[in-house]
């Protein structure tokens, strides 16, 4: 009876754990006596979500560091801890930096798998017809970590979606202080400061 009991116990205990939509959790993330997660949303509940809300990205602001810097997992280290249990699972060739680095880190995904998502270097103002150089470019809507705009109001980097089905959506990440969130663009659902499906901005 014991042995049933433990087993049961066990069996309980390792339902929760798992891959979040392809990703494996980090073990130890959260630790016992640690002050509550919110619940768990994966990649999956937030791409359905903004599927359903007919967007073609998915936006979330990790936070912003004091100073500029390349070094994508020492931003990630120094902000508070992140609601996205997944964010801090993302492989380092999903790390994307602005050239000359940046102070804001945003998690980026295309909705669909479908789609293929860009990064480019913002190209000269007098030329907002032309792309800068490519950064990243992949097929599958796997989440990324994109760090960049080292100076205030100046978005550096820009961020295009090719969808299957013809539709383009292009636009830069910018963090808005006015609002304390980032800059709203029609066809990319914004859940920074929304951990739950549902509470997009």
Known sequence: M???????ALTLGLAGCGPVDGDPIRSGASAPDSVPRQDAVTVAQLRQQAEQNG?????????????????????????????????????????????????????????????????YEKQDPAYPAQLGKELYGRQGGQPILLLCNGTPDTPDITA??????????????QF?????????????????NHPTPGAAL
């Not at 014991?2 to 049961?8: M, P, Q, R, T, Y």
């Not at 930096?97 to 980026?108: Q, V």
């Open 55 to 119: 967007s073609l990205a998915v936006v979330l602001y990790l936070g912003s560091v004091p100073e500029r810097t390349t070094d994508v997992d020492a931003a990630l280290d120094s902000l508070p801890e992140q609601p996205w249990q997944f964010v801090t699972d993302i492989p380092a060739d999903r790390w994307v930096t602005a050239p000359g680095g940046g102070r804001e880190l945003y998690c980026i995904f295309a909705v669909r798998r479908e789609d293929t998502l860009f990064v």
């Open 176 to 192: 808005s202080a006015e609002t304390d969130s980032p800059v709203p663009v029609e066809g990319v659902d914004v859940f920074s």
């Open 160 to 173: 295009v979606v090719y969808c299957t089905t013809g539709r383009t959506l292009d636009w830069s990440p």
């Open 2 to 8: 014991k042995l049933f009991a433990a087993a049961l």
